[in-house]
């Protein structure tokens, strides 16, 4: 079947998807929106959801056309979202598209929240404006992955993040507690970090790590919840992660059923989980089918006295994820398995 769409339509959104990303690590639990402006097939202006509580992107795109002496009159919007038509933290989307004059509005994806569900394109086209749906959906799902999993379940994505050496063991018991792994791959942990709303290990890390768990490396305005798994109450009462300035929870017995504990961090609008935890904290996660995502990073190093991840290929399989990807962080090799 030919395309629906032409080259420069899916440049036009393709370039949307782009600004959106000026967002990433920024505006959760919104999701990552951009907007172009188009007109004579050129592009008079963009916009893009730039921090919580900021402009959405289709407002911002306005504003833009204004601030460059062009007019939106007449234009055609490419938003990677459907356009909101709710009062939020911003007035609806869909009324500043009309006074505008937008004449077409091209969206990428629906918008999954309740409130603002199917709504949006019904009123845009109500008000005359034709709107088609659809250009680079897959694109812009991938981009906005946590929020649609957290409309559609209510809890956040797991991604984990664990660390093996060339034998596949996490940790030297030969050694005091050190880091293995390049400079340049722990930057690339902290900007992961920065992309999740909340970080969570197991006690038995707390003891051996006495982590801080903070996005450090990159810039940041706001720092993930902490999240430790403790049932018999062994956190220690000088540990950093409750002694700084930042917020973490410790989780009780209680809280053994990990579906629960994710069903409480989803009522906070946590909508991604990062896991980082140890064997046993990331084994049960897998063991449970919760993982959605998971970075494997191979290290260089060998342990003296190693200790077993017990992860493999096979084992991520039968989590249900699928190897989808294969990075390089400093002198680490990253395999990225994916629940597709
Ligand atoms: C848009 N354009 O750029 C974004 C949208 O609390 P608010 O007012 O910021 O609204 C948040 C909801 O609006 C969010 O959950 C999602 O449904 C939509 N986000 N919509 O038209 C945007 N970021
Ligand atoms: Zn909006």
Redesign the pocket.
Known sequence: MASLWTTDEKGFMQRALDVAERGRGR?SP??L?GCVLVKDGEVIAEGW?DHLGGL???QMAIHDAESNGHSSNGAIAYVT?E??NHF???PP?TESLMWAGVKEVIVAHY?P?PT?RGKGIQVLQDAGIQVRQGLLEAEAAIQMRPFLHWCQHRHPLVTVKMAVDTLGSVDDRSLEAQRFTSEVCLDHVHALRKECDAVLVGVETVVRDNPQLTVRRVETERQPLRVIIDPNQRTPEDAILLNDEHQTLVMGKEFNSLPALLNLLGDQEIQRLMVEGGPTTIGNFLDQGLVDEFYLIHSKATHQQPVASNIDSERLSSAGLSHTGTENWGDETVHLWTRL
Request: glycine share 6%; hydrophobic share 30%; proline share 11%.
């Open positions: 505006v919104n999701p929106v959801h959405h992107a289709e979202l356009p909101c939020g933290r911003t989307c918008d929240n603002v």
